[in-house]
């Protein structure tokens, strides 16, 4: 079994500590802030990766990010009530993008049902 080196126990299901993450962030109006994700289920989660390779191979290449390591990724989203950190997920779903209007502005009229 590894030692463990940062400090904190790892969760009961984790094998080892996270360490230093690859944190992805947005600009904000205080520099940037951590990007917050959904999980499969709907909950809110800080991501982190393991290694830029990672990071780049599921956000892209562009994404912003920052170092921290996961006590502090944690104790920064916990005021938010964010409760859970993901750390190299493989897969996430393209944020949606705006469609046009419910109802095309020339809408084709509809006759009325008539009773009888």
Same mark, same amino acid.
């Given at each position: 079994?590894?030692?463990?080196?940062?400090? #904190?126990? &790892? #969760? &009961?299901w984790?094998?080892?500590? $996270? =360490?230093?993450?690859?944190?992805?962030?947005?600009?904000?109006?205080?520099?940037c802030?951590?990007?917050?994700?959904?999980?499969?289920?709907?909950g809110?989660?800080?991501?982190?990766?393991?290694?830029?390779r990672r990071?780049?191979g599921?956000?892209?290449? =562009?994404q912003?990010w920052?170092?921290?390591?996961?006590?502090?990724l944690?104790a920064l989203?916990?005021?938010? =009530?964010?409760?859970?950190?993901t750390?190299?997920?493989?897969?996430? $779903?393209?944020?949606?993008?705006?469609?046009?209007?419910?109802v095309?502005?020339?809408? &084709?009229?509809?006759?009325a049902l008539?009773?009888?």
């Open positions: 079994m590894k030692d463990l080196v940062y400090g #904190e126990d &790892p #969760e &009961p984790d094998r080892f500590p $996270a =360490g230093l993450l690859f944190v992805p962030v947005r600009p904000g109006p205080s520099r802030a951590a990007r917050l994700f959904r999980t499969p289920l709907g809110r989660t800080a991501v982190g990766f393991t290694s830029l990071l780049a599921t956000l892209g290449s =562009g912003t920052i170092r921290l390591a996961d006590p502090a944690r989203v916990a005021p938010l =009530g964010v409760t859970t950190v750390v190299d997920p493989r897969f996430t $779903a393209p944020a949606p993008t705006p469609v046009g209007p419910a095309p502005d020339s809408a &084709p009229t509809v006759p008539r009773a009888g």
